[in-house]
């Protein structure tokens, strides 16, 4: 009898608590979300096939437009790639939002990709693109945790820090 009241009584809480959108969740973290920047060459930003959305490579770009540049282990620290990839991370939604209107139509973070521009005995590519995953697990919950690859390469685009490219499931 008490475990039925008990149930009964979490029920009634949990559903008078309205979720937290997603966009409260980012404003709450201090996390603004940019103007999503062009293509940069013959390729577009986003491409839904079925429930699916593939965004394509976002660089690590602050809102004034500039840049996190050099390779890790040479030029940069695993605290500047992280904070690289946080960036990656915010410019990726900026471009979910404008897709979607509305970043509660994410259903789950299904992949994630993360290009580190490394020097070649860096080794420490997963701590960098942790600041891209840890920002959409903040971001979405359980909904966040993704499949991931993190890999270095020789050079980046204009010598960017990091590149991501992201798939989710949406509504």
């Given at each position: 009898?008490?475990?039925l009241f008990l149930c009964g009584l979490?029920?009634?809480?949990?559903?008078?608590?309205?979720?937290?959108?997603?966009?409260?969740t980012l404003t709450k973290m201090g996390?603004?979300?940019?103007?999503?920047?062009?293509?940069?060459?013959?390729?577009?930003?986003?491409?839904?096939?079925?429930?699916?959305?593939?965004?394509?490579?976002?660089?690590?770009?602050?809102?004034?437009?500039?840049?996190?540049m050099g390779k890790l282990g040479k030029?940069?620290?695993?605290?500047?790639?992280?904070?690289?990839?946080?960036?990656?991370?915010?410019?990726?939604?900026?471009?979910?939002?404008?897709?979607?209107?509305?970043?509660?139509?994410?259903?789950?973070?299904?992949?994630?990709?993360?290009?580190?521009?490394?020097?070649?005995?860096?080794?420490?590519?997963?701590?960098?693109?942790?600041?891209?995953?840890?920002?959409?697990?903040?971001?979405?919950?359980?909904?966040?945790?993704?499949?991931?690859?993190?890999?270095?390469?020789?050079?980046?685009?204009?010598?960017?820090?990091?590149?991501?490219?992201?798939?989710?499931?949406?509504?």
């Amino acid at each position: 009898m008490k475990t039925l009241f008990l149930c009964g009584l979490i029920a009634l809480v949990s559903g008078s608590v309205q979720a937290q959108s997603v966009e409260e969740t980012l404003t709450k973290m201090g996390i603004t979300l940019i103007a999503p920047t062009k293509p940069t060459a013959n390729y577009v930003k986003a491409v839904r096939t079925g429930n699916l959305l593939f965004l394509a490579g976002h660089v690590c770009t602050r809102a004034d437009g500039s840049g996190i540049m050099g390779k890790l282990g040479k030029d940069l620290t695993i605290e500047q790639g992280y904070e690289a990839a946080r960036l990656t991370g915010i410019s990726l939604l900026s471009t979910l939002k404008a897709e979607l209107g509305n970043l509660d139509r994410v259903r789950r973070v299904v992949k994630v990709t993360g290009f580190v521009n490394s020097a070649p005995d860096f080794g420490d590519q997963p701590k960098v693109i942790n600041g891209c995953s840890d920002l959409l697990v903040a971001a979405f919950g359980e909904k966040g945790k993704h499949a991931r690859s993190a890999v270095g390469m020789g050079a980046l685009p204009q010598n960017y820090a990091v590149e991501i490219e992201i798939v989710v499931e949406i509504e």
